[in-house]
C-alpha cells in the first residue's frame, strides 16, 4: 500500500519507478506496473534488481522484514545511495492495536543503517498515512514531517524529495542523526492509539511553539 | 520541579497542598512551603502522610522511583482516589539524552494501575514541561494535552483540572483505557529530541485532522 502510494506519486512526478518484490513476476507488483498507465516509466523486478536500478531506494516493506528485504536487494546495490526508510516495525501478534518490535533504545533506521554502513539511510514520512506522505493537503492546517539520517547531503535530497510532494520547506523537521529515528518510531504507539480514536488515518502533528 | 509547579498551580487555585517526600522534613519540601506564602494551605509530609491527607493524588517523582514511592504512600491511603500520574521513565545513565525505562510493551501508567489496583490511575500531563502544564498559554496557540485512565469518572475529575490549569475542553483528548498511556509515554522520546533540536521546553504539539 505505502509502495502503492508512493511509486504511484513518484511517476506522476515524473520519475522512473521499478517497484521490488521477492519474485520478479508479483502479482500485486505487476498491478501497479499496469495501474499507472506510465509504460516504461514503471517497471517491477526482484528486490536486488530494484535496488541496482534506482538512484535513490525507498524501503516500503514491513519493518519486521525490512532487513531481510534490504539484504536481498543488496549491500552492494545500496551502497553510495540514498535510502529512504518509512518503515514501521508493527507487530500484530498480540493486536489490535499492533506493538512495535523496536525497543526504546534502537530504531529501525538505526538497525538499517548498521547493516548497511554504506548506505546513506534517511528516516521519514513513517509518522503519517500513506495518503498522507505523498499528498500533506489532505491533512488540513500546519502539520511536520521528520526527518533523520547521518549524511546531510542525502537528507538535502530528502527533503527535495518531499517538497515536491508538497510538504512546506519550513514543515520538514530535520531532527539530527540517524538516533533520532527513535523519536518518530515510538511516536508512532501514539499514532495508533489517535486512529483507534478517530477511526481514520488523515491526521498527523504540528509541532507548535 | 514538577512538584512545586503543580503545587504552586493548586495553592493559587484555592487547594490545600501537601508536598510528599521520603522524610518529613525534606528541605526542598520545606522551601516549597514557604515559597507559596499560603499559610496552612501548603504543607510537607511523608509520601503516606502525603497520600492519607490528598482527595486526590498526584505522581510527580521520578518515573523510575515511582512505584516505590507510591509503596511508601501506602495501597490503602490511595485506595478509591483519583491518582494522577504524570511521570516519565527517564533513564539518564546512557545520555543524553535520556533512554526510557519502559518498554513499548507497557507503561508506567499501567505498571502503577496493576500494584494499586484499587487506585484509578489517570495519565495526563506528561508530555509537556511542567511550566507548560499548568500554564499552557506559555506556548502560542492550539495544542493538545492526552488522558488515559480506565476510570470514566475520574477523567471527568482529571479533565477539570486540566481546565482549571487553563487547558481548553477541546484541547483534552482521552485517549482511552490506561494501556492508551504508552502512546504519550513513548512519544517524550521525539519530545527529547526536539528539545534538544530547539534548546527550550516550551513547546508541545497539536494533533491537525
Sequence with gaps: MVGRAIGSKLVALGHEVRMGSRTPDNEKAADWVSSTGAGAAA?????????????????CTSGGASLQALSAAGAEHLAGKVLVDVANTLDFSQGPPPSLLVTTKESL???????????????TLNTVNCDVMVD?????????????GNDDAAKATVRELLESFGWGTDRIVDLGDISTARGPELYIVLWLRLFGLFGDSQFNIEVVR
Design 43 to 59: 517497471s517491477q523486478g526482484t528486490f536486488a534488481d530494484t535496488a541496482d536500478f534506482g538512484e535513490l531506494v525507498i524501503n
Design 109 to 123: 533506521g538505526e538497525q538499517i543503517q548498521e547493516a548497511f554502513p554504506e548506505a546513506r539511510v534517511v528516516k
Design 136 to 148: 500533506p493537503s489532505r491533512v488540513p492546517g500546519e502539520h511536520d514531517i521528520f526527518v533523520s
